[in-house]
């Protein structure tokens, strides 16, 4: 079953395409890590998904509608370039994201918050890069949704706040079966999370398949990723 | 209709993150410059050279209160990198911008109400001041008039909301280029109505612009006139809110 | 190479090979060696997902595997527990051990030394 589907699916910034005629499909209830060196086009396939950019050509399905704002209520989307609301306390960040993002589990934040050692007085403006990487990724996984799109939800941070970002992504994936996509440049950290895994570079898809099985076959991969690009 | 108004609070929100406007230097800056300028208004009060109409010139004005942030009011979303929460949530487009401008009104609207405050601040003071020009019969004629341009103000405030936003959602848009035919049409729209105000509005029998005189036909705005005023506001504004909605539906990525 | 204590067992991961059949592997082998108890209550699904920081599938595969061999039985509501047979656990420890003579085998195949220097070198090996 895929919650994801995308043929022949092209994007060009002016001369430079950063998605390639680009079919690729996204199995439904598992762990897809996207690799791919920077450029490759791993951002804007995640914005394609959400439909903040439209595509030039080719065909996107996302849980069996097209991407729009309807489909983003079953979505949770992070984003590798945002910021929270800076003006925002933490408690109020849970309080707005509970009244705006349908299926929002408030006592599930509230658990993650004391799990990931979060004040709930301190203004997000001024957590550490580290705490507030941490709070958004909380926003994220307190929503009760189908799809999450995590897109480089490790970039910058610190290993401490990276190990609790790992282990709430895994508290969530074994309490409720969703569709889980992460890109990152943290794969040796990160690869032991996936169940599948997509390799792109010019916004193309290079390889992708199960990780045991391609673990089997040409081993761990970081030695794969190493492979293709260097 | 929850996440509506936790949408219009957030607009308050995303103004507080204003770093600039409250550093303590700034504010020092500012509180000498009105002390000037409230200094400099008592001595001609007291000197005569200013009758309690003038001072209602101030009040069509208020509206760039509301213009100037509208256009950071969408602008702010992107500089402050929180676009991809903000352009993801799954409501219409249109409902998005109406937060935030519902949100810009009843900010404004504390604005107008401290400006009331401020007028009535210095009836009393022309009254203390001088007392021969600033009679209670005056005083009475002049409140009449306020109303009317208050509530002509407030009519016309939305436009110039719908207006800033409609500026600000373009420049993010793939509309861009169009943006020199939008400033240019705001600009317009400001002096024609400011043309209109100050000097039809503000003028001696003779029908030169002159302070302290002012014209019979602000103390007789009659109600005709206001109604279609303000139906003729809020019908450009709609029509102008319905332009910035299909351009961030439509015309916008992030 | 990625080590990782789980409830007092010691696992080491290595990436480049399927991480379920580690874990199964490894709990074999504790199972063998006695170092996980007959009747014993392993951890969750979930908690050994947690302390391993892997995906909580793997883990699944290699549970499954466990309770298909009957090393394990899953009671519903109270968790896995390590089987109470002695059978079970000696055909564990059987398949570890010739695992191990199979490895020793390859190993001294690749060394160039026949079947009876190989003996040789077992009978003189220290035992204790």
């Known amino acids: 079953m895929m919650a994801i589907n995308l043929e022949n699916v092209t994007k060009a910034y002016g001369s430079q395409r950063a998605l390639d005629s680009l079919t690729l499909g996204l199995f439904e209830g598992q762990v897809t890590g996207i690799l791919g060196p920077n450029g490759a086009g791993k951002s804007t396939l995640f914005k394609a998904i959400v439909g903040l950019v439209r595509p030039d050509a080719g065909r996107i399905t996302v849980l069996d509608s097209r991407p729009s704002w309807k489909t983003n209520g079953q979505i949770a989307y992070l984003s590798d370039q945002c910021r929270w609301y800076g003006s925002h306390t933490v408690q109020h960040s849970i309080d707005y994201a509970a009244a705006v993002f349908p299926h929002f589990d408030q006592k599930r934040a509230e658990q993650l918050l004391a799990s990931m050692g979060l004040n709930r007085d301190v203004t997000v403006g001024t957590l550490s890069k580290g705490h507030e990487a941490r709070l958004k990724l909380i926003i994220c996984l307190a929503r009760d949704v189908r799809l999450m799109l995590l897109d480089e939800p490790f970039s910058g941070i610190d290993l401490v706040s990276r190990e609790k970002i790992i282990q709430g992504l895994i508290e969530s994936f074994a309490e409720r079966k969703q569709t889980i996509i992460i890109s990152t440049h943290e794969i040796r950290e990160a690869e032991s999370l996936f169940d599948q895994v997509v390799f792109i570079d010019q916004g193309q898809v290079v390889l992708s398949g199960e990780v045991e099985a391609l673990r089997q076959e040409k081993g761990s991969l970081e030695s794969i990723y190493r492979g293709l690009f260097q | 209709m929850n996440e509506f108004w936790a949408l219009v609070g957030n607009t308050r929100q995303l103004k507080k993150s204003n770093g600039l406007r409250t550093a303590s230097w700034w504010k020092i800056y500012i509180a000498f410059f009105c002390l000037l300028a409230m200094g400099s208004l008592c001595f001609s009060i007291y000197h005569g050279t200013i009758g309690p109409m003038v001072l209602l010139i101030f009040i069509p004005f208020l509206i760039f209160a509301a213009f100037g942030p509208s256009i950071g009011l969408v602008g702010r979303e992107w500089s402050g990198q929180t676009v991809s929460w903000w352009l993801t949530l799954p409501y219409p487009r249109a409902e998005l911008l109406f937060a935030k401008l519902v949100g810009m009104f009843i900010h404004w609207l504390k604005i107008a109400a401290g400006s009331v405050v401020v007028l009535a601040v210095f009836a009393a003071v022309g009254m203390l001041l001088n007392p021969v020009v600033w009679t209670t019969g005056a005083l009475g004629i002049a409140a009449a008039v306020a109303v009317k341009l208050y509530i002509l103000t407030i009519a016309a405030t939305p436009l110039a909301i719908t207006m800033g936003m409609l500026i600000s959602v373009t420049r993010h848009s793939r509309l861009r280029p169009l943006m020199p035919i939008i400033m240019i049409m705001a600009i317009w729209l400001a002096t024609s109505a400011i043309n209109y105000v100050v000097i039809s509005l503000f003028h001696n029998t003779a029908g030169d612009v002159a302070f302290p005189y002012v014209s019979p036909a602000l103390s007789s705005i009659n109600p005709l006139f206001m109604i279609t005023s303000i139906v003729a506001g809020l019908f450009l504004s709609a029509i102008i809110f319905g332009a910035a909605s299909y351009i961030l539906a439509e015309q916008t990525e992030a | ?128």
């Open chain 3, 1 to 128: 190479m990625e080590e990782a204590n789980a409830s007092g067992l010691m696992f080491k991961l290595d990436l480049s090979k399927p991480l379920w059949e580690q874990v199964l592997h490894q709990i074999r082998g504790a199972v063998a060696r006695n170092d996980l108890q007959p009747g014993e209550k392993i951890p969750s699904l979930r908690d050994l997902a947690q302390q391993l920081k892997i995906n909580p599938n793997t883990v699944m595969r290699a549970y499954q595997e466990l309770e298909r061999d009957g090393l394990t039985e899953t009671r519903r509501g109270q968790g896995t527990f390590i089987t109470a047979s002695q059978q079970k656990i000696a055909e564990a420890r059987d398949l570890l051990a010739q695992e191990a003579v199979r490895e020793f085998v390859s190993s001294m195949k690749a060394l160039g030394i026949d079947r009876p220097a190989a003996c040789t070198l077992l009978e003189e090996a220290k035992w204790s």
